[in-house]
């Protein structure tokens, strides 16, 4: 079965701080794709990143960077130096070939960036 | 850049009422989705649509929702009675034969 974990629920952090979002993931298949989405308080969804299975090279983008380990079934998230900007909901997804590609979300992360 | 629009962006109805909710996909897509988000939960999967015909749906899609594509163009979803329960965010997404999804702003429903 397909299941999406993103323990924290809510974080709060002081503009400039560091953060880092976990998302855990399961899935038997050997061939999958892993998302972030950013949903800010207007509701769309924001696509941040895809990474496929086959590829654990870390991504910095900017201020974003993810940390993808099979090893721990993790694809973690940081944003450095947050900003007030940054305050939103993250969605980690789960996408799988043999159940058609259709997404499997977390739960989301709350991230309130305090000035 | 081309992208998925959906109309209306909110949409208000009475519970029993029957809703439309319209997506235009990106236009040499041919995979269309549906996805629903209560308010303060996550995104849910409703629907997958291929090749004029569903190609699998969740437990939330009953009886009560039905997805079409009447033209070469729009993605429909019909909630036929609307429940209380049905307000929620409503998301449809489009892809090719990549496996990223793009997805459209969204309609929020709300049922009274």
């Known amino acids: 079965a397909q299941k999406v974990t993103q323990a924290q629920t809510e974080i709060s952090v002081v503009e400039k701080e560091d953060v880092t979002l976990d998302c855990v993931y399961e899935t038997r298949d050997t061939t999958y794709y892993l998302f972030w989405y950013k949903q800010p308080p207007s509701g769309e969804l924001v696509f941040l990143i895809r990474r496929n299975s086959f590829d654990e090279q870390n991504e910095i983008s900017g201020r974003y960077s993810w940390n993808f380990q099979k090893s721990t079934s993790s694809f973690n998230f940081t944003i450095t130096a947050s900003q007030v900007v940054d305050s939103a909901v993250y969605f980690c997804a789960l996408s799988e070939p043999i159940y058609g590609q259709n997404f499997v979300f977390g739960p989301g992360t709350r991230l309130s960036v305090l000035p | 850049e081309p992208e998925v629009t959906q109309t209306p962006s909110h949409q208000v109805t009475q519970m029993g009422q029957e809703v439309i909710l319209r997506c235009v996909p990106i236009s040499n897509h041919l995979y269309f989705y549906w996805y629903r988000q209560i308010l303060g939960q996550k995104v849910e999967f409703l629907v997958s649509f291929y090749n004029n015909e569903i190609s699998e749906k969740s437990e939330i899609f009953d009886d009560q929702f039905s997805v079409e594509r009447p033209d070469g163009s729009n993605f429909t979803l019909k909630i036929r009675s609307t429940k209380l329960e049905d307000s929620a965010m409503y998301f449809c997404?489009?892809?090719?034969?990549?496996?990223?999804?793009?997805f459209g702003p969204g309609t929020r429903l709300t049922v009274t």
């Open positions: 997404a489009s892809r090719e034969m990549t496996y990223e999804q793009y």
